[in-house]
Protein backbone atom coordinates (compact mmCIF):
# COMPACT_ATOMS: atom_id res chain seq x y z
CA UNK A 1 0.00 0.00 0.00
CA UNK A 2 1.38 3.59 -0.79
CA UNK A 3 1.58 6.24 1.27
CA UNK A 4 -0.42 10.04 0.42
CA UNK A 5 2.96 11.21 -0.16
CA UNK A 6 3.73 9.04 -3.12
CA UNK A 7 3.77 11.40 -6.47
CA UNK A 8 2.98 8.56 -8.66
CA UNK A 9 -0.12 6.92 -7.74
CA UNK A 10 -0.22 3.13 -8.83
CA UNK A 11 -3.02 3.59 -11.50
CA UNK A 12 0.19 5.40 -12.94
CA UNK A 13 2.24 2.62 -12.60
CA UNK A 14 -0.03 0.66 -13.76
CA UNK A 15 0.04 2.04 -17.17
CA UNK A 16 3.67 2.93 -17.26
CA UNK A 17 5.17 -0.22 -19.29
CA UNK A 18 2.33 1.11 -22.36
CA UNK A 19 3.64 4.64 -22.58
CA UNK A 20 7.00 4.82 -23.79
CA UNK A 21 8.87 6.82 -26.19
CA UNK A 22 7.34 4.72 -29.21
CA UNK A 23 3.95 5.64 -28.51
CA UNK A 24 4.46 9.38 -28.03
CA UNK A 25 6.11 9.17 -31.49
CA UNK A 26 3.38 7.41 -33.22
CA UNK A 27 0.95 10.05 -31.19
CA UNK A 28 2.93 13.25 -32.85
CA UNK A 29 3.48 11.39 -35.99
CA UNK A 30 -0.39 10.82 -36.18
CA UNK A 31 -1.04 14.75 -35.18
CA UNK A 32 -3.90 13.80 -32.93
CA UNK A 33 -3.36 16.27 -30.61
CA UNK A 34 -2.66 18.90 -33.69
CA UNK A 35 -5.85 21.60 -32.58
CA UNK A 36 -6.17 20.05 -28.86
CA UNK A 37 -6.23 22.15 -25.70
CA UNK A 38 -7.51 20.30 -22.91
CA UNK A 39 -8.17 16.80 -23.46
CA UNK A 40 -5.61 15.20 -25.73
CA UNK A 41 -4.87 11.81 -26.35
CA UNK A 42 -2.60 10.25 -23.82
CA UNK A 43 -5.61 11.59 -21.05
CA UNK A 44 -8.32 10.61 -23.31
CA UNK A 45 -7.01 7.39 -22.76
CA UNK A 46 -6.28 7.54 -19.00
CA UNK A 47 -10.10 8.84 -18.95
CA UNK A 48 -11.60 6.10 -20.62
CA UNK A 49 -9.01 3.27 -18.71
CA UNK A 50 -10.18 4.55 -15.51
CA UNK A 51 -13.78 4.75 -16.73
CA UNK A 52 -13.79 0.66 -17.23
CA UNK A 53 -11.69 -0.11 -14.10
CA UNK A 54 -14.65 1.64 -12.19
CA UNK A 55 -17.48 -0.21 -14.58
CA UNK A 56 -19.05 3.61 -15.41
CA UNK A 57 -22.12 2.98 -17.21
CA UNK A 58 -21.87 6.05 -19.25
CA UNK A 59 -20.44 9.71 -20.39
CA UNK A 60 -22.41 11.18 -17.38
CA UNK A 61 -20.75 8.90 -14.65
CA UNK A 62 -17.48 9.79 -15.99
CA UNK A 63 -17.77 13.57 -15.48
Known amino acids: MQGK ?4 STFFQLFQ ?4 EKIFQLINNAGVDKYV ?5 LKLFYLLAYAQLEQLKGLRDIS
Open 37 to 41: KKLTA
Open 17 to 20: PIFN
Open 5 to 8: DITK
